[in-house]
């Protein structure tokens, strides 16, 4: 395609910088681009490097929440959202053990994700960030 490139003028600089504005930063992720007529470049990278989509992953949408939700911050519980969906410390307590937090000072963040997965901010993660 280098003869058609240089016809439009169009060179390599070019093209990487409208991949990398796809996001995309490797050649050989590229199917096929086409440079359109208002000269925007468009990409369909390879099916194995493309990200998977919901339904490739088997996670139902109607177990999605709006968006994560804060359950505490420095060591304090957010009771009213714990209870609004359909939980309590006990749970939470658990979940922490799970990651290896017994203490619930220990925490400084944890959020429960759209999934329903717990993301957990330690205390000791930020006094290392500090240190």
Known sequence: MEDAMGRIHYN???????????KVFDLSAVQE???ETNGKLSVLTKPEESSPTRKDLNVSIATMG????ILM???????HRLN???LNEDWLKEEL????????NNVM???????????????KDWELETR
């Open 12 to 22: 390599i600089d070019e093209l990487m910088a409208q991949l990398r504005s796809n």
């Open 33 to 35: 681009a086409v440079l």
């Open 66 to 69: 709006r968006h994560p939700l």
């Open 73 to 79: 911050v420095d060591g304090n519980i957010a009771h």
């Open 84 to 86: 609004s969906l359909g």
């Open 97 to 104: 053990t799970k990651q290896g937090i017994e203490n619930l």
């Open 109 to 123: 963040v944890a959020q429960l994700g759209t999934s329903g997965e717990l993301y957990v901010d330690a205390r």
